[in-house]
């Protein structure tokens, strides 16, 4: 079992939609959680990061934690085509380290 | 805030020769810097740890005495690769964290793409 997983997609959703990208580890003592996007050719760039159990907003963004279940998910409320990108999940390591998940493609369709 | 810088953003070298990447906190003092690796249609895959002022850590897999980091200071980190060889083609992507509670939030570079020819 891979200690980050997410689905790698494609997942294409309409414009205008909300997307919503899930991610699950397996680490329980993990507290930690971060959502990095990824355009095609680019570094990753810091989306949201959540701490504790439960919702937190920015913007059209909210990441939800829920460590019972051991999930966090990313949210993207009216969509744009420039919201296509790659999304990363990432769990902090106690040594500061990230650990990756694989990344889900997500496509938004005019 | 926390703006990460690389240097070069491309390079294009003949195989064999060394290569140096350079990784700079523009905008607060780096007690971590972090050197990832990244194939086409592949997730990020740590290479090694760098605190300033002590020998980097690096993951299984990767070869110390090719892939030599320093990190002589809180604000910059470099990478050289070695030797390098066409298959160390590949997008290096540093990042640097915060000291303290910030720590956790690794802030990235914008990458090196390296072509070994």
């Known amino acids: 079992q891979k200690e980050v997983e997410q689905n790698s997609g494609p997942l294409s959703v309409p414009e205008g939609a909300i997307a919503s990208l899930n991610c699950t580890y397996s680490?329980?003592?993990?507290?930690?959680f971060f959502w990095y996007r990824q355009y095609s050719g680019k570094s990753p760039e810091l989306i949201m990061f959540?701490?504790s159990n439960g919702d937190k907003e920015d913007g059209r963004f909210t990441a939800q934690l829920n460590k019972a279940s051991q999930y966090v998910s990313l949210l993207i409320r009216d969509s744009q085509p420039s919201d296509s990108a790659t999304y990363l999940c990432?769990?902090?390591?106690?040594?500061?380290?990230?650990?990756w998940g694989a990344g889900t493609k997500l496509i938004i369709k005019p | 805030g926390a703006v990460v810088s690389q240097h070069p953003s491309r390079v294009i070298c003949k195989s064999g020769t060394s290569v140096k990447i350079e990784c700079r906190s523009l905008?607060?003092?780096?007690?971590?810097m972090f050197w990832y690796r990244q194939f086409p249609k592949q997730s990020l895959m740590l290479m090694a740890t760098?605190?300033?002022?002590?020998?980097?850590?690096?993951e299984q897999g990767v070869e110390k005495d090719k892939f030599l980091i320093n990190h002589a200071s809180l604000t910059l980190s470099t990478l050289t690769v070695t030797s390098a060889h066409p298959e160390d083609s590949s997008f290096y992507i540093c990042?640097?964290?915060?000291?303290?509670?910030?720590?956790?939030?690794?802030?990235f570079g914008p990458g090196t793409r390296l072509t070994v020819l």
């Open positions: 990042s640097a964290t915060l000291s303290g509670a910030s720590a956790r939030m690794q802030f």
């Open positions: 905008d607060f003092q780096a007690t971590t």
């Open positions: 760098s605190n300033e002022g002590s020998k980097a850590t690096y």
């Open positions: 680490d329980r003592g993990s507290q930690s």
């Open positions: 959540i701490y």
């Open positions: 990432a769990v902090l390591k106690s040594n500061y380290q990230l650990i």
